[in-house]
């Protein structure tokens, strides 16, 4: 089965070739590739039936030469120490690639947040602060949502940050609108995928309008890119979840999914729609194919039924290594993750920009911001690709570890 949570090989493969193509000796890749520094505390909580748990969080802090570590916290059982470093870093390439002024970081405690009651969920989490508030700040480290975390936790961090060192918003992005939080930040990565698309399209794919897009997922990214691509004039014809995918081949009727989806929890039995199964949703002809629920979902066991032109990373590490040498042979274009799914680490800047200004732009401010960034990352990625004959995820990793590489020249190490 796969995992959202699956340790990022195509990540480590993808910089080390890029390091070597780079022609960087083996230390500067150990720079790029080694944790600042790496924080492991156990969180004990009495829950609510008079019991001791105890918890282990964690907190890895890759690189702050472009700016304050930046990352999610991910409340899952699965999280270890060695899944933390390896998103660490594709946090610092990511935020590079984007070319904005910060690092990389991740965290995570390994907690089933869905077996928690909010009264636990908010001791857990006010507690790591405690055990961690002097690793993180606006200056320092900034928190994020990221599986199994939201706007409340994001709440609950600012309040127990606040409470040490005065009135801190910008300690933690993702927060509740009425805490600091930025418009637009919701939709943010499924908006974001839509314009990388659009990107593309208009460079290499084709008119966008009327093309076809499946998408696997339909949760925060897979359905705000179901209908920003929709507004785009992309026929959306097949969505999923974990349950069942629907097929329709003249377009979905969204907003009429989402309402069904909403009134009973299943994407089961639509009016005017097919169910297929996930392997059928996977070989449905497509332009574009979006993968936006699971890591490592393409393997070397079903890449052989896709049948898209293009394959765009809305999750993370959608794809494996082996099935990306298999899609490559067939000519099928890879539009990373780095690149895909980066919106919503660049609203989650404008928010901190806002807090630190105490200031809140309006919704097209943010809109029109991250479609100009997201553009420059894609134009960027597009014409190294072109220029040096490599592919678009080579392409990235080169880019984003240029400028890491040179900034951290530019502090002498
Ligand atoms: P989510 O939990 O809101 O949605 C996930 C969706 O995938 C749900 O609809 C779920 O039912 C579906 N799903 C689960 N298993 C499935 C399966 N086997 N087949 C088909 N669908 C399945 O999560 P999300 O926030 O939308 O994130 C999706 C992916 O994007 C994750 O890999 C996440 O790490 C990545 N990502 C998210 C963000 C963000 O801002 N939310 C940013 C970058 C990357």
Same mark, same amino acid.
Request: hydrophobic fraction near 40%; aromatic fraction near 6%.
């Given at each position: 089965?796969?995992?959202?949570?699956?340790?990022?090989?195509?990540?480590?493969?993808?910089?080390?070739?890029?390091?070597?193509?780079?022609?960087?000796?083996?230390?500067?890749?150990?720079?790029?590739?080694?944790?600042?520094?790496?924080?492991?505390?156990?969180?004990?909580?009495?829950?609510?039936?008079?019991?001791?748990?105890?918890?282990?969080?964690?907190?890895?802090?890759?690189?702050?030469?472009?700016?304050?570590?930046?990352?999610?916290?991910?409340?899952?059982?699965?999280?270890?120490?060695?899944?933390?470093?390896?998103?660490?870093?594709?946090?610092?390439?990511?935020?590079?690639?984007?070319?904005?002024?910060?690092?990389?970081?991740?965290?995570?405690?390994?907690?089933?947040?869905?077996?928690?009651?909010?009264?636990?969920?908010?001791?857990?989490?006010?507690?790591?602060?405690?055990?961690?508030?002097?690793?993180?700040?606006?200056?320092?480290?900034?928190? !994020?949502?990221?599986?199994?975390?939201?706007?409340?936790?994001?709440?609950?961090?600012?309040?127990?940050?606040?409470?040490?060192?005065?009135?801190?918003?910008?300690?933690?992005?993702?927060?509740?609108?009425?805490?600091?939080?930025?418009?637009?930040?919701?939709?943010?990565?499924?908006?974001?995928?839509?314009?990388?698309?659009?990107?593309? !399209?208009?460079?290499?794919?084709?008119?966008?309008?009327?093309?076809?897009?499946?998408?696997?997922?339909?949760?925060? $990214?897979?359905?705000?890119?179901?209908?920003?691509?929709?507004?785009?004039?992309?026929?959306?014809?097949?969505?999923?979840?974990?349950?069942?995918?629907?097929?329709?081949?003249?377009?979905?009727?969204?907003?009429?999914?989402?309402?069904?989806?909403?009134?009973?929890?299943?994407?089961?039995?639509?009016?005017?729609?097919?169910?297929?199964?996930?392997?059928?949703?996977?070989?449905?002809?497509?332009?574009?194919?979006?993968?936006?629920?699971?890591?490592?979902?393409?393997?070397?066991?079903?890449?052989?039924?896709?049948?898209?032109?293009?394959? $765009?990373?809305?999750?993370?590490?959608?794809?494996?290594?082996?099935?990306?040498?298999?899609?490559?042979?067939?000519?099928?274009?890879?539009?990373?993750?780095?690149?895909?799914?980066?919106?919503?680490?660049?609203?989650?800047?404008?928010?901190?920009?806002?807090?630190?200004?105490?200031?809140?732009?309006?919704?097209?401010?943010?809109?029109?911001?991250?479609?100009?960034?997201?553009?420059?990352?894609?134009?960027?990625?597009?014409?190294?690709?072109?220029?040096?004959?490599?592919?678009?995820?080579?392409?990235?990793?080169?880019?984003?570890?240029?400028?890491?590489?040179?900034?951290?020249?530019?502090?002498?190490?």
């Amino acid at each position: 089965m796969p995992s959202k949570t699956k340790a990022l090989s195509t990540f480590t493969e993808a910089l080390a070739a890029a390091s070597e193509r780079l022609g960087y000796s083996d230390s500067i890749h150990k720079l790029l590739t080694l944790s600042a520094r790496e924080i492991k505390v156990a969180i004990p909580i009495v829950r609510d039936n008079g019991e001791l748990a105890v918890f282990s969080g964690y907190r890895v802090q890759h690189h702050n030469a472009r700016g304050p570590y930046k990352g999610g916290l991910r409340y899952h059982p699965e999280v270890n120490l060695g899944e933390v470093r390896d998103l660490a870093s594709l946090m610092t390439l990511k935020t590079a690639l984007m070319d904005i002024p910060l690092g990389g970081a991740k965290g995570g405690i390994d907690c089933d947040p869905h077996s928690l009651t909010s009264r636990e969920l908010e001791m857990l989490t006010r507690k790591f602060v405690k055990r961690m508030h002097r690793h993180i700040g606006p200056e320092m480290d900034i928190m !994020a949502p990221d599986i199994g975390t939201d706007a409340s936790i994001m709440g609950w961090i600012h309040s127990e940050y606040s409470a040490i060192y005065g009135h801190s918003p910008a300690v933690v992005t993702g927060k509740p609108i009425n805490l600091g939080g930025s418009q637009g930040r919701e939709k943010a990565t499924g908006y974001g995928v839509s314009i990388v698309v659009d990107a593309v !399209a208009r460079t290499r794919g084709g008119p966008l309008s009327g093309a076809s897009a499946v998408i696997q997922g339909f949760g925060n $990214v897979g359905m705000h890119a179901a209908f920003c691509l929709r507004d785009l004039g992309v026929k959306v014809i097949a969505v999923s979840d974990s349950r069942t995918a629907v097929y329709g081949k003249d377009g979905l009727d969204l907003d009429g999914l989402v309402k069904h989806k909403q009134e009973r929890g299943t994407l089961e039995d639509v009016d005017g729609h097919q169910n297929i199964s996930h392997e059928e949703l996977l070989a449905l002809e497509c332009d574009y194919l979006i993968p936006a629920a699971l890591g490592g979902a393409i393997t070397r066991k079903n890449v052989d039924t896709l049948n898209c032109r293009h394959l $765009v990373e809305a999750a993370n590490a959608p794809v494996t290594p082996e099935a990306e040498e298999i899609l490559l042979k067939r000519n099928v274009e890879i539009v990373p993750d780095i690149l895909a799914n980066a919106g919503g680490v660049v609203v989650s800047y404008f928010e901190w920009v806002q807090n630190l200004q105490r200031r809140a732009w309006p919704l097209f401010k943010v809109d029109k911001e991250l479609n100009r960034i997201l553009h420059n990352a894609a134009h960027d990625v597009m014409s190294r690709s072109h220029d040096e004959g490599i592919t678009l995820r080579a392409a990235a990793y080169e880019i984003a570890s240029m400028r890491v590489k040179d900034a951290l020249d530019a502090t002498g190490f």
